[in-house]
């Protein structure tokens, strides 16, 4: 995991927030607040941040999407608290050590099934949750190295495609042009099988896409 890139996303967070302390208004008060047009910014940064790294449903995105649905002082204070403990996990490594626990666990439990599944000749169940896994891998990948798995389109954030988020990962040098170029064969596979095309591949051709997936997974994951 690339730790500079992702503890600079944290950091510039970080510091948008501790720069609304003078922002604060109105000063005579004991309430301060910050500007709600100001606070926006640093509201949907931060919650952008803690999705990328740990879901909508964990508990670091529930408390820090509470914490800033007002932007008074100690909505600001307490929400950077969060993003600081964040931070700490990041810098430790706890936060890569979870993810690769997570991971690994449930890569194991769906390859099984899948592999269960292809052993009995079920080719085309089997190429789809193959390439469901693959998809899923990569975009933990762009996850560990700050990659935007999401677009912009209209007024909609839109999740890539994944042959986008491939190209995206082997511009960034996460892996090489061999490994790109098989996993646009594995995703061509998944997508034929998705779409009903059992006469374009055979069950050789997923068994050849297992053992290149489980290869991938095992470098990409260790």
Not at 116 to 144: N, P, T, W
Not at 172 to 189: P, R
Request: proline share 1%; glycine share 4%; aromatic share 10%.
């Amino acid at each position: 995991m690339k730790n500079d890139k992702l503890l600079q996303r944290v950091d510039h967070v970080i510091n948008l927030g501790n720069s609304l302390y003078s922002k604060l208004t109105p000063e005579t008060t004991q309430f301060k607040q910050v500007p709600r047009e100001i606070f926006i910014e640093y509201k949907s940064l931060g919650r952008s941040l803690i999705i990328s790294l740990y879901g909508e449903k964990s508990n670091y995105y529930t408390q820090f999407f509470n914490y800033t649905k007002h932007s008074f002082e100690i909505n600001l204070t307490t929400s950077l608290n969060i993003l600081g403990a964040i931070k700490y996990e990041v810098e430790n490594g706890w936060l890569d050590n979870l993810r690769k626990i997570v991971s690994s666990e449930m890569f194991s439990d769906f390859l099984e099934m899948s592999k269960h599944l292809l052993d009995e000749g079920y080719k085309d169940a089997a190429a789809v949750m193959f390439g469901s896994i693959l998809e899923e891998q990569l975009r933990l990948l762009c996850k560990e190295n700050s990659i935007e798995t999401f677009t912009i389109k209209g007024d909609k954030e839109l999740p890539k495609k994944a042959s986008l988020i491939n190209d995206d990962l082997h511009k960034a040098g996460v892996y090489n042009l061999l490994a790109q170029k098989s996993i646009i064969s594995w995703l061509d596979l998944r997508n034929n099988a998705a779409h009903g095309k059992y006469t374009e591949y055979t069950i050789a051709d997923v068994q050849i896409m297992y053992a290149g997936i489980l290869n991938f997974l095992t470098n990409s994951t260790s």
